[in-house]
């Protein structure tokens, strides 16, 4: 047995002592060196994160703009010459005159979000020129051409609201209108004895706080403002208009004050106005336009005491206070009554710069005059106007 161990240790020794051997061969490769070039075909830009385009900017800033405002402004100047020589006025008559009225307007609507404001703007100016006879300091008739004013009155408002509903809005409204220049009892009367207006007397303020219906549709573009608390206010701030006497009364009288040194008035009360706004055809060949405006100061004639209702019953009441001393504590007061302003304006276009403009007035202010002053006017002149945009 130790025989065999012994010889298989033999064995073993031997096996780990040999060695093991291999060769491999390699076939000799000659390969000439070449240059290697690398080509870079794309054009690299480089990009600034806070990159700004100045064009781009205007260009965005002038579509909101647009979009948030509408103008428009127009402007006309119609006027009338008529002239006949010396052999035509012998025998047939007549008179040389001229006529002249220029208008301008001006409406601006801005829009943003819910808030909206309109701004409004009214001027016209008329005069004409006629022949009259006056006596001169020798006591002879001359006769003289005169200018004599026709048509003067600016109207400004502003009306900034609140969208609330699709068709309504809330908000105010800010009327202000006056005359630029004086105006006469007549043509021969141009003096300050004969002085009936200039600026700011008389001046009329009306403030309004209310709703405003709009009509959805275009065809009717018709909006109805309804105020429950208004203010109005008329102003003569000329002392010689105040003291000046026409139609058998002073001035003061004819434009309602309270008294000769009262330069102003304030009356509370409600307000109404509805406007309607349309141009008919598509080139706009014909224009229409109407407002309507109520006040009624029923605050400020329930608080007034001795008040009377009957014009004439004023009147004996009012001499009567005028005899017994002018106290002023009992001192008659004139029941207020509604005041009515009515406007239209129709426009008919014949070319892109004649128009034809036809307009009709109504006014009531019993304060002033127990009638209806009504104003009709027809003239033919050019006329243009400028919108960024079509109507709103």
């Not at 001027?123 to 003289?144: L, P």
């Not at 203010?231 to 701030?237: G, H, N, P, T, Y």
């Not at 329930?302 to 002018?326: C, F, L, M, P």
Request: with cysteine.
């Amino acid at each position: 047995m130790k025989r065999i161990l012994l010889l298989l240790v033999s064995i073993l020794t031997w096996l780990a002592c040999g060695t093991a051997s291999a060769q491999i061969s390699i076939d000799e490769i000659n390969a000439e060196p070449s240059r290697v070039r690398f080509h870079d075909r794309l054009k690299s830009t480089s990009v600034d994160a806070e990159y700004f385009s100045l064009a781009r900017y205007k260009a965005e800033r002038a579509a909101i703009r647009q979009e948030r405002n509408y103008l428009e402004v127009g402007g006309s100047l119609q006027g009338t010459v008529t002239s006949y020589n010396d052999p035509w006025i012998a025998v047939s008559g007549g008179d040389n005159s001229i006529a002249l009225t220029s208008t301008l307007t001006l409406r601006h609507i801005f829009k943003k979000n819910l808030f909206s404001i309109e701004t409004r703007f009214n001027a016209n100016i008329g005069y004409n020129r006629m022949k009259v006879e006056t006596t001169n300091d020798a006591g002879e008739t001359v006769s003289n051409g005169v200018w004599f004013k026709t048509q003067d009155e600016f109207f400004i408002s502003t009306a900034p609201a609140f969208k609330m509903t699709k068709n309504w809005t809330y908000g105010s409204t800010i009327q202000f209108r006056s005359q630029f220049v004086n105006g006469y009892k007549s043509r021969t009367e141009q003096t300050d004895e004969g002085l009936k207006s200039r600026f700011m007397a008389p001046g009329y303020l009306d403030v309004s706080l209310g709703l405003t219906y709009s009509s959805p549709h275009p065809k009717f573009p018709i909006s109805v403002n309804i105020s429950p608390v208004a203010l109005s206010a008329v102003f003569v701030e000329s002392n010689t208009i105040r003291n000046n006497t026409w139609d058998n009364k002073l001035g003061w009288q004819a434009y309602g004050l309270a008294s000769e040194e009262a330069t102003s008035k304030y009356e509370g009360g409600s307000s109404i106005q509805i406007n309607f706004d349309r141009t008919f055809g598509k080139t706009g060949y014909l224009h229409y336009r109407t407002t309507i405006y109520s006040f009624y100061g029923w605050i400020t004639d329930i608080s007034q005491k001795h008040r009377i209702s009957g014009y004439t019953d004023y009147q004996n009441a009012y001499n009567e206070w005028v005899e017994a001393g002018s106290d002023p504590k009992t001192m008659p007061h004139l029941q207020i009554h509604p005041t009515v302003r009515w406007e239209n304006t129709i426009d008919i276009k014949a070319t892109k710069f004649i128009t034809t403009t036809l307009s009709f007035q109504l006014y009531y202010n019993r304060a002033q005059n127990v009638a209806v002053q009504t104003q009709t006017l027809l003239r033919v002149g050019l006329a243009y106007t400028f919108k960024n945009k079509p109507n709103p």
